[in-house]
């Protein structure tokens, strides 16, 4: 299911490791058509080629790119951001010798112990201790070993990094240049607290922004402009299941994108389908065999990018122009991104919807360890939905 | 005017009751009088534990599991307390305490059906391997998030407190909270000593200190005199203590037990001091950031098991036959339970919906069926064969 380098000197490497490789919790079927091991050196969702990449970001046929999975694109993003601005600073648990995902790796030994170095076992002291740095002018880049860890740390992030700013009022103090980074979702074998995507309990505290990536070329441009650009707090999730598996041709020298921008990445004018991060893959996997099934239909494929604030325009625009919608993500259904998503559109673009907008989501349940195959949403899931989008109209 | 400098304090002491040789050096606690057969139990439990433990790491290696923790050097701080404790006192683990269980009689099988997440699985295939627990012998599940357990312990042991206050003539019960060093620098450690410490609770926190959090060795980890030091801090009662002493390890349990029930009951921390051998997990290869001659020196050093069984040795209780009679037994049992739970069905898939509430909600019935027609309508794309009842449980 996921590229599996055996690299033995990687902690965790064992959550990444390949379905073939060694038993996950919960099998894939055999027989499976439709829900085959995402190819993830076929997937259009990633530059398999140079020019793909050049022409993604408007580069000249001879710009240096390279072939990076996404742990290191994220490597290279955060070296970068050390070696431009010396008021850049990296600290986690286990970050010093290159995190459990490799994610910081060497970064200590070129940065020194004062910027880059690990911090006891405490998420509110991590997060309080960034907010500290950044109201104080330095831009520190927080990492929580996993997402499902964040907790402890969220009166930190919803009583004081997002109301800072507004607290403070005309002073102008605000803890802009934080960026806490965290990896979440599945991985086949995470259970309850490996697994997890919080998004959405960020998503609804105003002052935060949530960005996820899909990609090792978009968590580059996004990550960069979160740490050495924006001058709101971040909170950047990476889904860890990407960060070996994805890989593809990324632009060599830095670039930004925007933090409040969405994506489309495959046009279509019959139904749009919204998602973020990981079920991208999976989405444009079902678009195909759904454009096989049915001749003639078209699906327009958007990357939320930025979960809040959210693009609104964009999606609005493409259903304007479909009449359907999907929306698909990984997190619970209860209260997830879909709901938002789903009424803003109900809003927006009542009139010319033809079919009321769907969720593709996992269940209202926890993530149960050998039960993942039937809790998180699959291309069958996502095919289905399509399905009876089209159907009802 | 004078500020206290904690480094110019002397540090807290190491409780030890046999040395690295086994000698008695606490000749007030020797241990000689215990019944050997007693002594045997204990020795043959750790043994246990770290017997499974090779053998379930070396199944994670082949693929048979997906995850696993030893906790190779700690068996004699989860066993040696563990057998202090009455089978009424209620227990928290981290995740680094199979000793606990073993020694309250959690069996091979159910230790077995946790491992593989089949039907038996108290857990309900919920959780990730080693995330024991069982309502029988009185142990909360394990939850992965670190720390959580032990202001739960606090209010868990208040509540024993008050049931004796209406009701005297249920016995007195402690809770025991375990957790690493590395899980002492969360909130929740601070949060839990400063209000059992208030509210006089009944907990005896044992911190294990393995030297590392993962990656982080415990020099990063906290300043000051241990985590032993955080005790007197919060105004707790206190001792370190020799990890790998299992006779220092009971007797100090034994006597922590006593004074949290004395009185108004008062909450007791200990330190247990050890190593973690191990890599940190079947996920972790710790020679990324430790040298391996490091390890292997603690390993020729010092142990739990080799310290007890010199002991054992030198009173004429235990030889090498015994060892090897010893050995070969537990893993001729272990290997049986292992290929037993391996071949059980799963859990039924409808236990992915269960207890999320007391009762199944509305929503939840409309997921299941959602899931039901799914799978009916591409019954080649999910693999029912593991589960219990297949499709027929999501009724
Ligand atoms: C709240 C939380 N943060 C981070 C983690 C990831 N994590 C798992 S174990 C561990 C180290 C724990 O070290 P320690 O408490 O000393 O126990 P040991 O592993 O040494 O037995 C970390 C950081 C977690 N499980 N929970
Ligand atoms: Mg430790």
Known sequence: MFSCRRNTRTVFSKLLRSTSQCRSASQASTAARLNR??????????????????????????????????????????????????????????????????????????????????????????????????????????????????????????????????????????????????????????????SQSPEALFTHIPGLRVIIPRSPSQAKGLLTAAILNCNDPVIFMEPKILYRAAEEFVPRDAYTLPLDKAEVVKKGKDLTIISYGQPLYLCSAAIEALEKEIKGLSVELIDLRAIYPWDRATVMESVQKTGRAIVVHESNYNAGVGAEVAASIQEGAFLRLEAPVARVTSWGTHHGFIFEKFHIPDITSKHIGSSVSITRC | MKFQNPAEEAAMPTYRIIDADGNVVDQSRDPSSTPAEEIIQWYRNMLTVSIMDLIMFDAQRQGRTSFYMVSAGEEGIAVGSASALSPDDVCFLQYRE?????????????MMSQLFANKDDNG???????????????????????????????????????????????????????????????????????????????????????????????IEQYKGDGIASRGMGYGIDTIRVDGNDFFAVREVM???????????????????????????????????????????????????????????????????????????????DVLREFAAAEKLKK????????????????????????????????????DLSPFEGGLKSLQ
């Open chain 2, 98 to 110: 199979q000793g606990v269980m073993v020694q309250r009689g959690f069996t091979l099988k159910e």
């Open chain 2, 347 to 382: 859990p039924p898939l409808r236990s992915l919906f269960e207890d999320v509430y007391e009762e199944i909600t509305p929503e939840a019935r409309t997921h299941m069926k959602e899931l039901k027609e799914l799978i009916e309508k591409y019954p080649n794309e999910y």
């Open chain 2, 124 to 218: 309900k295939g919920h959780n990730m391997p080693v995330h024991y627990g069982s309502s029988k012998l009185n142990v909360h599940t394990i939850s992965s998030t670190l720390a959580t357990q032990i202001p739960q312990a606090s209010g868990a042991a208040y509540a024993l407190k008050m049931q004796r206050l209406i009701n005297p003539n249920v016995p007195p019960r402690i809770v025991a909270c375990y957790f690493g060093e590395g899980a002492a620098s969360e909130g929740d450690f601070h949060a839990a000593l400063n209000i059992a410490a208030t509210k006089s609770c009944p907990t005896v926190f044992i911190c294990r200190n393995n030297g590392f959090a993962i990656s982080t060795a415990s």
């Open chain 2, 254 to 332: 034994l006597e922590a037990r006593k004074r949290a029930l004395e009185g108004d009951c008062r909450p007791i921390l200990v330190e247990a001091m050890s190593y973690r051998v191990s890599h940190h997990s079947t996920s972790d290869d710790s020679f990324a950031y430790r040298a391996k001659r490091e390890v292997e020196e603690w390993k020729r050093r010092d142990n739990p098991i080799t310290r007890l069984r010199k002991w054992m040795e030198k009173k004429g209780i235990w030889d090498e036959d015994k060892e090897k009679e010893a050995r070969a037994s537990i893993r001729k």
């Open chain 1, 37 to 194: 091991p995402v190819d993830f050196k076929k997937t259009p969702i990633l530059h398999q080629t140079q020019n793909s990449a050049r022409a993604a970001f408007g580069l000249s046929q001879d710009a240096p790119v390279d072939w990076v999975n996404l742990h290191g694109a994220i490597n290279t993003t955060l070296h970068h951001a050390l070696k431009t601005d010396e008021s850049v600073l990296l600290f986690g648990e286990d970050v010093a010798f290159g995190g459990v995902f490799r994610c910081t790796k060497g970064l200590a030994d070129e940065f020194g112990a004062a910027r880059v170095f690990n911090t006891p076992l405490t998420e509110q002291g991590i997060v309080g201790f960034a907010i500290g740095c950044a109201a104080e002018g330095m831009r520190p880049v927080a990492e929580i070993q996993f997402a499902d860890y964040v907790y402890p740390a969220f009166d930190q992030l919803v009583n004081e990094a997002a109301k800072f700013r507004y607290r403070e009022g005309s002073t102008g103090g605000n803890c802009g240049g934080m960026v806490v980074r965290m990896p979440c979702g599945s991985v086949g074998h995470g259970a309850l607290y490996h």
